[in-house]
């Protein structure tokens, strides 16, 4: 996973597979907002925050929960998972970022962020919003010559591949069935005002590791509504661009 981000306060985190009781600790983050910081030292309404990812049993690869100042706001989380802050407002509060990784080869599984709306810790991000099969995400036609025509029953695009370079034989191409990771790489920027999140899934051929294609949807952070939106989605084999849409 490739991320940039920016971390204020304190992070600390361990965890034990083999623990037992309820609520144990698994990673915890105390940070405060950097302007505040930068006031009288003396001044005592400064405020600090926590976010806990905690295990309330160790029985299931998805059980763990978050916790932001005392309150969970999600669970079901699986093991192996990890929370970090950034300021994705530049109002010099952080918000908290939770990367979701699965136990095996799926990887990672899904990217939240929280913020601080009206008091209350609200998720303004989600991808993907929920746990589905992905396996018949996109759909593949054998049109001939190495050809492969594809189609994405979320986004309605199309496209076709050249598969004239792959090992596979033309009986292979033939009953080709397309398998989507449901999140293969996340990268966060910071560059300019505001924050954009892209998400890349890879597209497997039959399972790991025929990676034909991948799938980039791209997000902007709305100042306004304080939500992430979706702005466009590409389908893309390396660098070439077989399909694309703007929202």
């Known amino acids: 996973m490739n991320v940039l981000f920016f971390v204020y306060g304190l992070q600390t985190g361990y965890a ?10 698994i990673q915890k983050i ?3 907002s950097s302007y505040i910081k930068e ?4 001044n005592d309404h400064v405020a600090l925050h926590n976010a806990e990812l905690l295990a309330p049993d160790t029985k299931f690869s998805q059980d763990l ?16 998972s990890r929370i970090m802050v950034g300021d994705v407002d530049d ?3 952080p918000e908290v970022f939770l990367y979701e990784y699965s136990v095996g080869s799926s ?3 899904r990217l939240s962020v929280f913020s601080r709306i009206e008091n209350q810790w609200t998720r303004i991000f989600g991808d993907p919003e929920t746990f589905t099969n992905e396996v018949q995400r996109f759909s593949s036609k054998f049109l001939g010559k190495n050809q492969i025509g594809f189609f994405d029953n979320a986004t309605r695009l199309s496209g076709k591949l050249d598969m004239s370079n792959s090992h596979f034989t033309q009986e292979q191409l033939k009953s080709m069935v397309f398998q989507t990771d449901p999140i293969s790489e996340y990268i966060v920027h910071y560059e300019n005002i505001g ?3 892209d998400t890349v899934s890879w597209v497997f051929a039959f399972s ?4 034909v294609f991948t799938v980039h949807d791209f997000y902007r952070f709305d100042f306004q509504k304080k939500v992430f939106k979706l702005y466009e989605t590409k389908i893309q084999n390396k660098d070439v661009t077989l399909a694309k849409m703007s929202y």
Request: net charge negative.
């Open 30 to 32: 105390q940070f405060s």
């Open 208 to 211: 790991h590791p025929n990676a």
């Open 65 to 80: 929960m978050l916790k932001i100042d005392g309150k969970i706001v999600l669970r079901g989380i699986y093991w192996n």
């Open 16 to 25: 034990d597979p083999q623990m037992k009781t309820a609520e144990n600790l």
């Open 107 to 109: 990887g990672a599984m």
């Open 39 to 42: 006031l009288d030292s003396n």
């Open 91 to 93: 109002d010099h509060l």
């Open 195 to 197: 924050c954009q999140i």
